[in-house]
């Protein structure tokens, strides 16, 4: 996380890295977990041996939408909501891009820059950030996305 960051210092920030999350693996009991929550059972994610024998990568896959909801706890561990911010609200996700899957047993990892902040009235600022899901080993991405979430002012720290 950047040391100077803070509300009223996000603006400053723009174009700027915020940093990199510590690796995280993403393991099959999380991929079975999402499949169950979400009805999503298809045999690439949650069948092993059928993915041994079958699949092209040798192993199960996470969803993309679960490699894509990491990043909302993965921001947090970069620094995206700044210490003095007593909330922040997912205010929307676009250009999402998938390109490389996440087999079970993966670590990943996010990468953030601010791309943009604007200040919506008093203690609330729209800040954007280009986030890219690493995956340790692979050579692009598991994903990119623009995270937009909406920061509100608290009590400095």
Same mark, same amino acid.
């Given at each position: 996380m950047l040391a100077d960051y803070r509300f009223d210092t996000v603006t400053d920030h723009v174009g700027? #890295?915020?940093?990199?999350?510590? *690796?995280?693996?993403?393991?099959?009991?999380?991929?079975?977990?999402?499949? #169950?929550?979400?009805?999503?059972?298809? *045999?690439?994610?949650?069948?092993v041996e059928r993915c041994k024998a #079958?699949?092209?990568?040798?192993?199960p896959i996470a969803h993309g939408f679960l490699t894509l909801s990491l990043l909302a706890r993965l921001l947090?561990?970069?620094?995206? +909501?700044?210490?003095?911010?007593?909330?922040?609200?997912?205010?929307? +996700?676009?250009?999402?891009?998938?390109?490389?899957? +996440?087999?079970?047993?993966?670590?990943?990892?996010?990468?953030?820059s601010v791309l943009s902040a604007e200040r919506k009235g008093e203690g609330?600022?729209?800040?954007?950030?280009?986030?890219?899901?690493?995956? #340790?080993g692979e050579k692009h991405p598991a994903l990119s996305a623009e995270v937009t979430v909406m920061l509100f002012r608290g009590e400095a720290a």
């Open positions: 700027q #890295e915020l940093g990199v999350s510590p *690796w995280m693996t993403v393991n099959q009991s999380q991929i079975d977990q999402f499949a #169950e929550v979400t009805g999503d059972h298809q *045999w690439i994610h949650v069948d #079958e699949s092209p990568y040798g192993a947090m561990d970069v620094g995206m +909501v700044p210490p003095d911010v007593r909330q922040a609200i997912n205010a929307g +996700v676009s250009n999402v891009r998938f390109k490389t899957p +996440v087999r079970a047993g993966a670590r990943v990892r996010a990468r953030a609330r600022m729209l800040a954007t950030a280009s986030a890219v899901l690493e995956v #340790e």
